[in-house]
Nanobody, 111 residues
Framework: QVRLVESGGGLVQPGGSLRLSCAAS????????MGWYRQAPGKERELVAT???????WYAASVKGRFLISRSSSLDTMYLRMNSLEPEDTAVYYC?????WGQGTQVTVSS
């Protein structure tokens, strides 16, 4: 059984920054890529960023240049540094490893 726990969400003003964390535990397969998704009210869940075990990233066009995804050397923790946040970034952010999902953490960008 795999457990994924997100943390680091909160309320931030436009232009501010947050760092999200996702801690994985249990029977994880460490060679799998991990990813961040987000879902805003009334919208479909969308892929934000992914990271391979070698650190190779992918970003959605909406966050490219503002967000930075990273992964611990032990491969059991994933991070998302979110800079220059905009109101459009407001959503519940979820981490994903293979078919496993965390419970999400709320990010609200508002002045």
């Amino acid at each position: 059984q795999v457990r994924l726990v997100e943390s680091g969400g909160g309320l931030v003003q436009p232009g501010g920054s947050l760092r999200l964390s996702c801690a994985a535990s249990g029977d994880i397969f460490r060679v799998d890529a991990m990813g961040w998704y987000r879902q805003a009210p009334g919208k479909e869940r969308e892929l934000v960023a992914t990271i391979r075990t070698d650190g190779g990233p992918w970003y959605a066009a909406s966050v490219k240049g503002r967000f930075l995804i990273s992964r611990s050397s032990s491969l059991d923790t994933m991070y998302l540094r979110m800079n220059s946040l905009e109101p459009e970034d407001t959503a519940v952010y979820y981490c994903k490893l293979a078919h496993n999902w965390g419970q999400g953490t709320q990010v609200t960008v508002s002045s």
